[in-house]
């Protein structure tokens, strides 16, 4: 493995599904403490009891945020080891999944008992109800692609925590819940614009590879999904990422959402515009990122962070 993402590897690890994401909270918390002096400049965190488990890096004299949701998907262990679902998680019979309850550390497998319509865990007991289990994170990597369980969204977090190495002005907001229908968005925004004054946001998450969006042809603009962004604020980013000559592609689709849909509920006049790599598998074990993408995702954050 190469140690360019040695860090993506750890992010990988942890687990951390909606609702449970103190321990990416954590995590990222510690790393800023260890290697935020080394930056350009010094964030402001912001945490507390009034964001729950959510952070904010605030660095100088913020225009943008870019958000990041810290979650994942996952399972919750109901009743007779049935797997409940957290998100949307790919449930084939064989998957390997672990997690920890009072009895211990858990490791199983996913399987579907088609007699009663049910998705279990295979397991030689009774897992306590309630136990999160996630899949078991399997890296890999080539020379030209990054592969493991959550890419979706630690690549997001990974993009977020390099761009603060240079990053002056702006605003890192590690989201919560975006898996499993949101929840800390609307909150997030409230602070951010009466306290910050900050109204336009870029949304650091990972899009699907479609027949119109291609893995090695860069990073993803999305001009829409369920949501649309306002006109004037993605036509100003797609005529600056132009400017920028780095390698990016446009994303039209019907379906899917993000924290840039939380923002458009919310009361709030704030813009914001999805930008993301492309993955392959995704919500399965296997998530799978082109490098040429990240490189052109994290340079994209770079630029528009400096010109927004």
Known sequence: MSTKYSLLKQLCQIKAPSGNEAPMKEFITDYVYQH??????????????AFQDCLILKFGNPRTAVFAHMDSIGFTVGY?????RIGGPVTDDGIELIGNDSMGEIKCIIHNDIENGKVRAQYHREIERGTELIFKPHWHETDDFVQCCYMD??????IALKLAETLEHGLLVFSTYEEH???????????MVEQLNV???????????????QPGNGVVISMRDRGIPRRSYLNKIINLALESGILFQLEVESAGSSDGGYIQ??????????????????????????????????????YLMQKL
């Open 265 to 302: 509920q919310s009361p709030y006049p704030v813009d914001w515009c999805f930008i993301g790599a492309p993955e392959e598998q995704v919500h399965s074990p296997n998530e799978k990122v082109h490098k040429k993408d990240i490189e052109s995702m994290l340079n994209m954050y770079q």
């Open 153 to 158: 969204n630690r690549l997001g977090v990974w």
């Open 80 to 84: 007779n080891n049935e797997l409940i």
């Open 181 to 191: 229908g949101g929840g800390s968005v609307g909150f997030l925004t409230r602070y």
């Open 36 to 49: 935020s002096s080394q930056w350009k400049v010094q964030p402001e965190i912001i945490s507390g009891k």
């Open 199 to 213: 109204t336009q946001a870029l949304i650091c998450d990972i899009t699907w590879a479609t027949e119109g969006v």
